[in-house]
């Protein structure tokens, strides 16, 4: 049984996943429009990198509402 705080951890670190997915995922946008690179990524690093990123955000956030 996992008690009300783990709970609550688990969803921070999935909103954590999920934000830095969306920098990811600004970053891979702003390097198509520039032709650069960010971070020394270019930008299909960049989009893969926010995928896996949203995918663990979700499978946490998944994880955690499944834990009663």
């Known amino acids: 049984m996992v008690n009300i705080r783990t709970k ?7 909103r954590i ?3 830095v ?8 946008i702003v390097t198509q429009v ?4 960010l971070l020394g990524m270019n930008q ?6 926010a995928i ?3 995918l663990f955000g979700i ?4 994880f ?3 834990k009663k």
Do not use: C, E, K, M
Not at 21 to 28: I, M, N, Q, T
Not at 59 to 62: K, N, R
């Open 21 to 28: 997915s969306f920098v990811f995922l600004v970053g891979a």
């Open 52 to 54: 896996v990123l949203a």
């Open 34 to 37: 520039t032709g650069g690179v």
């Open 44 to 49: 299909q690093f960049l989009f893969n990198d």
């Open 64 to 66: 955690a509402l499944r």
């Open 59 to 62: 499978g946490v956030y998944l």
């Open 17 to 19: 996943f999920l934000a």
């Open 8 to 14: 609550r951890h688990l969803i921070q670190i999935g």
